[in-house]
Each structure stands twice: as C-alpha cells, then as structure tokens.
C-alpha cells in the first residue's frame, strides 16, 4: 500500500480498512457519515483552527451530558418521529396519538399509584393548579385498562427533578395505571416552558447559530399497555409564546390542549381540591404492537441499548 495519498484514496483506506469481524452495519454508516464530513470539510474548506475548535466543543458537550439536548435542538429528534410517521403510514399502520419528542430527562422507576395522583405533592410549587384526566384507548376506541402512564415535568423554574438536585427524588414524576374504564388523572401546577442552560456547550452553539433555546411549557408522557405500542409524547399547554417555535421542533397540533378554567372541584375532592381550577381533558390512543418490545414501556436510550 502507498503512504502518499489524495484525499479521495485517504477516505477508501479509512472506509475499507478492514482486519476482519466488527459490524457490516456500523461500518456501512462510519464509511457514509465520515465521507459526508470529508466532503464537507472540503466543500466548506473548514480550516484546521475551526475543526479542532469543533473537536473540542464535542468534547465538552459530552462531558456536559447535553448531547440529548443538540439532538433536539438540530432536529434529529423530530426527524426520527417523522420518519416512524411515514413507516406506519406505508405499513396502513391505524394512527395513534402522535408521538412526540422524549427529550433527555427520563428517569424510570417513577412512584406508581392506581388511578390518580397529585403530582405536585409537598413539591411546593408556584403556579396555577391544573388536573389533566381521560382515558386511554386502542385504535378502536376501546378503553385500556391497566394501562401505565408516565408522566413527568418541569418545576416552576423549568428544572427537572434527578437532574436538579435542589428537588427531591422523583419530584413531578409518577407512574399511574389506568382503572377499569382506561382512565387516569393527576393534580399539578402547570409548569413554565423552559430554556437551554446558559453558558453551555447547547447555548453557545445556538448563540453562534443565532438561535433561542426556549421550549413552550409541556408535560410528557410516556403510556403503555401489553399488547399496544408504547407512545412516547407530550402535551403543550396553549398560549405559550414559544409554542409554534420550539427550539425542539417538537409541538403537534393534536397536542395542544387547552386549559378550562374555573372548574368546580365537585367530584376532584380526593385530588385535594377545594377551590376552583384549570382542567385538560386528553386521551391518549395506542397503536397496537407488533411484537412485545415494541410495548415496554422504556425509554429510547433503554430501547436502544437493551
Ligand atoms: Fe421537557
């Protein structure tokens, strides 16, 4: 083999060095991905000083544990949940609720509680009070009973308890199975929307892109049955500023709901309400599962590593 190369023969070594074992499939997306940069960094004629810099902000971004935030952010995220769309749409798949963005800030192993909960308990939380209720369905409009639905959101200073440690654990996260009818309900305060943390390897990417790093307020979910596929998604509670401009990508318009306000707490006393409130009504309609992974309900990173 020669040693002195043009960059077209430099990329064929690198692509088809090859000792034997190792993954067709790893190898086929490492020969695309880094001859896709080649051509960039030509194309671009990306000058050492500016590769190095990249490196190295890679490098921090790591460290950070913010690289689940640049997905989002560059729209990887929703490019994944509309290439599933499109797949279930080829495959004559029945529609669900649509899927939305995970985000980062999963943490399985929630408190579960049969039927209702109030999430906001000893959470000590500025805000209004909202209760978000309905069912779960199949595809036909069956209630799905016994049904687990995740649910987590941000505390009133848009942080998320695990990865904020001034919130206890599990702070505004629960796990609830749905009753007999497929129904479940929570109390809480709606959370705000929320931004990137500043003076991150996130913020100064968006800084240089010129971009915001705000998320409308939201709530996200994650609902699942045997024998249905489990729905990673959220609801954005309208009227936010940011709401059709998520630096996420990640609002649906079958996912905003509205806020009823004033509702009489008749009926709510076992939530502790005993003042008027604001009430989401939302069901949530599962597809049904083709095989039983596809009904666990984890989280994409568990999904992915098994
Ligand atoms: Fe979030």
Redesign the pocket.
Known sequence: MKNEMNQAELLARVNTSHQGGGSERVRAISARIVGDLFKAIDDLDIQPDEFWAGVDWISRLGASGQAGLITAGLGFDRLLDIRQDEADERAGLAKGTPRA?E?P?YVAGAPSFKGEVVLDEGADLKGDVFVMEGQVLDTHGKPVPHALVDV???NDHGR?SHFDPAQPAYNLRRRIETDAQGRYRFRSCLPPG?AIPPNSPTSELFTALGRHGN?PA?V?FLVAAPGLRALTT?VNISGDPFIHDDFAFATRDDLIVEVQKGVSPAGYESLGLTQPFGLVRFNFTLQPARDEDESAPKSRMARALG
Request: net charge positive; charged share 10%; aromatic share 24%.
């Open positions: 963005i985000g800030l987590w959101h941000a998320y929320y998320r939201h996200h959220q």
